[in-house]
């Protein structure tokens, strides 16, 4: 598995649906079908970076991760 911002590969699971790169220092919540990718600012607030990512390339990038409900 790749980060989509920096293609490291040294991602960390932090969550049941949760996963780090340590790479770039962004966070990635799957959801079913959907990611989401956030940066996680000094304050340890999280901001949205979803609208620098299309949906295919979240898909191409972790195909074999779905979050079962």
Known sequence: MKCPNCNSKDIG?????????????IEL???????SVYQV??????????DL????????DFPQIHASS
Request: aromatic content about 14%.
């Open 13 to 25: 699971k932090i969550g049941s649906h949760q996963f780090y790169c340590w790479g770039c220092f």
């Open 41 to 50: 600012e000094e304050d340890g607030t999280l901001s949205s970076l979803d």
């Open 53 to 60: 990512f299309s949906g295919d390339d979240m898909t191409q």
């Open 29 to 35: 919540t799957v959801n079913g079908e959907k990611m």
